[in-house]
């Protein structure tokens, strides 16, 4: 089976402040990463994702995640937040079949002015 | 286009009762996965389709809970004899074909409150 840690519940930061929200993930067998966003009073969408290929992956919004192997991370970052980016971050893993995907308990960033 | 639709949006239902729970996945989705996410906590899988098949319920919590999609479309989680503890936002997301895209769209959750 596989899990996800995120190691922080909450992350404050000044508006334009650099950000990384982390997530380590614990697997057996290869695994894919995602990372989802949740507006306040809004459903859950997908920012980014890692399946293959180049280990650093660029999403919506100035986001951006490297997938680390060797330390079974997947940590994302964003170099000058923005107020609108307040929200609670997920990170999810799954396998080749997508079968199941499992989810970290969340991260919610407060950008403040 | 639509987006994926839960109804209700909120039940309150007291304990020992029956409760269903609807998914409207977008169309031409054949995968079709639904979560359980408690306060404070991520998505917690439940149940996968892919097509009218359950490909994996290894997430389903106790046999008080079950889902169905008989056409492949629609799905309506069943929860029976409801407890306190089943109180939380039931989410239902759905995926296109396999090949496709891998991304996951998520409805805006259900909140099921067990008095």
């Known amino acids: 089976a596989q899990s996800v840690t995120q190691l922080d519940s909450q992350v404050p930061v000044f508006e334009e402040a650099p950000v990384e929200l982390r997530c380590n993930y614990s697997s057996s067998v290869s695994v894919y990463l995602f990372w989802y966003v949740q507006y306040p009073n809004q459903g859950l969408q997908l920012l980014l994702k890692?399946?293959?290929?180049?280990?650093l992956v660029k999403g919506i919004n100035g986001f951006e995640a490297e997938f680390n192997k060797s330390q079974t991370s997947f940590h994302l970052r964003k170099p000058s937040v923005h107020i609108s980016d307040t929200a609670e971050y997920f990170c999810?893993?799954?396998?080749?079949?997508?079968?199941?995907?499992?989810f970290g308990s969340g991260t919610k960033l407060n950008v403040k002015p | 286009g639509a987006g994926v639709s839960q109804t209700p949006s909120n039940k309150v239902t007291e304990k020992g009762k029956y409760v269903e729970l609807r998914c409207d996945p977008i169309s031409g989705h054949t995968a079709l996965y639904w979560y359980r996410q408690s306060l404070g906590q991520g998505p917690e899988f439940l149940i996968y389709?892919?097509?009218?098949?359950?490909?994996?319920d290894s997430g389903l919590p106790n046999d008080r809970f079950f889902a169905v999609r008989p056409e492949g479309s629609v799905s309506t989680l069943k929860i029976q004899r409801t407890e306190r503890g089943d109180s939380a936002v039931y989410l239902c997301?759905?995926?296109?074909?396999?090949?496709?895209?891998?991304?996951?769209?998520f409805g805006p959750g259900t909140r099921l409150t067990v008095l």
């Open positions: 890692y399946l293959s290929g180049s280990t």
């Open positions: 389709f892919q097509g009218t098949g359950a490909a994996d």
């Open positions: 997301a759905s995926s296109p074909p396999p090949g496709q895209s891998s991304e996951q769209f």
């Open positions: 999810a893993v799954t396998t080749y079949n997508f079968n199941k995907f499992y």
